[in-house]
């Protein structure tokens, strides 16, 4: 207890009111250094006070720093969720796509329905983020209908531009070679990506045109003839129907300008001028041998003589390659004219302006006959006489065994 006193003192230095005398350097209470030691119970003192100081680190409470923890956690779980939907939705790395993908988009479809076809096909990943971007561009009103081209691996962006960009119109030529059959010319439309069946579209009842209005017999159902061959424009996927209808107009314009009095005086009606033109345009391929050849049709009609060409016969068949069969050249058909006498029941290919000028104007010459004359760019030997054509006849076929058994087309 004696040491209180000193250790009061000590911490109160300096006071005037203290034991010691004043003025006096050398006495208890005169004046000292605040950082110099008193004694030993001026230096005890003075570490008791700094002992009594807190020395201890100040720490979170356990849950509290939990809480934090697991705040942090979600928001990063947030942040990382919030990146991965917004690549996911807007595909910064995504590209155009590869390859060639046409899918059909049903009229009426919405961006969910038509997101989910797209996705089946590998047109875009996701159905979901597609059908959502399209709502958050505002393009599903847009989303047009029918057969669209797209590519695999599209982006959003990319094939909603597509189907929201209304497609380039592109015309087509559809080319008919003259001389083609309606069932060739079918092969050529539904090459040329035009809609609907074209044998369908070419009947009469839907073409607007009656083959009896030119004189051809009531069991005639058939357009095969009034198909003018020529250059048409269409646009893909567009129905065969507007084909047909071009080609009926444009025969209209060409053969109904024809003079028909050649005709009228061999009692022919213009459904067998149409005839004759047909088998002239399967029959020439040389523009000056086209009268010529009507001329022997004519000359035959006239002497009752059956036409014998086999052209007609490969129309019943439906073979333009292989070589006739002693078997097919014996087959009882009206198209064997070989057999029968008179024209074949109908035109057996789709003739052009020529052969039609040519069925109407036959050359005024007595040929009776004609064969292929070798090695000649297609031109044929005429002849009046059956011993003429049967010298033409032997001279086709020693051309035909000297080039190995092949016909003798070559050009001089």
């Known amino acids: 207890m004696s040491d209180e006193p000193d250790d009061v003192v000590e911490l ?20 000292r250094d605040s950082g110099g030691p008193r004694g030993g119970g001026a230096g005890h003192g003075g570490d008791s006070a700094r002992a009594r100081r807190p020395t201890a680190r100040r720490r979170h409470p356990p849950a509290r720093y939990r809480r934090r923890r697991v705040t942090l956690l979600l928001a990063l779980v947030v942040v990382a969720f919030a990146a991965w939907f917004a690549i996911e939705l807007f595909q910064p790395f995504a590209g155009p796509g590869t390859g060639v993908v046409t899918v059909v988009i049903p009229a009426g479809a919405n961006a969910s329905q038509i997101g989910d076809e797209l996705a089946a096909r590998g047109v875009v990943s996701s159905s979901f983020f597609f059908s959502l971007r399209a709502r958050l561009d505002g393009d599903g009103p847009k989303l047009r209908h029918g057969v669209v081209t797209l590519r695999h691996g599209m982006s959003y962006a990319a094939a909603l531009s597509v189907l929201t960009t209304a497609p380039a119109v592109t015309q087509l030529e559809v080319r008919i070679p003259e001389g083609l059959t309606r069932r060739q010319i079918a092969a050529i439309a539904a090459a040329d990506r035009l809609g609907g069946s074209y044998l369908i579209a070419s009947r009469p009842a839907n073409a607007g ?25 269409s646009f893909a996927h567009e129905n065969v129907a507007h084909l047909v209808a071009q080609q ?5 314009q060409n053969f109904d300008q024809l003079s028909f009095a050649r005709a009228t005086a061999a009692h022919l009606t213009r459904y067998d001028v149409l005839i004759i033109a047909s088998m002239i345009e399967r029959e020439a391929q040389v523009p000056s041998d086209r009268p010529l050849v009507a001329a022997v049709i004519y000359n035959r009609l006239a002497a009752g003589m059956t036409l014998g060409i086999d052209a007609t016969l490969r129309y019943a068949l439906n073979d333009y390659d292989k070589p006739l069969t002693a078997s097919q050249l014996a087959l009882d058909t009206p198209y064997n004219t070989r057999l029968h006498r008179g024209l074949p029941p109908t035109p057996i290919s789709n003739p052009g302006l020529a052969s039609m000028v040519a069925a109407t104007h036959p050359a005024a010459v007595p040929y009776l006959y004609y064969v292929d004359k070798p090695n000649s760019c297609g031109e044929l030997a005429f002849a009046t006489s059956y011993a003429q054509f049967e010298a033409d006849v032997a001279a086709y076929n020693a051309a035909r065994n000297a080039a190995g058994g092949r016909a003798p087309t070559k050009c001089p």
């Not at 203290?18 to 050398?26: A, E, H, Q, R, S």
């Not at 009926?248 to 209209?252: L, M, Q």
């Open 12 to 31: 109160r230095a300096g006071d005037p009111s203290g034991p010691g005398v004043p003025g006096d350097p050398g006495g208890p209470g005169g004046p």
């Open 248 to 252: 009926v107009a444009a025969f209209h």
């Open 209 to 233: 045109l009656d083959p009896r209005d030119y004189g051809a017999p009531a069991s005639v159902h058939t357009l095969e003839g009034f198909l003018f061959p020529a250059t048409y424009f």
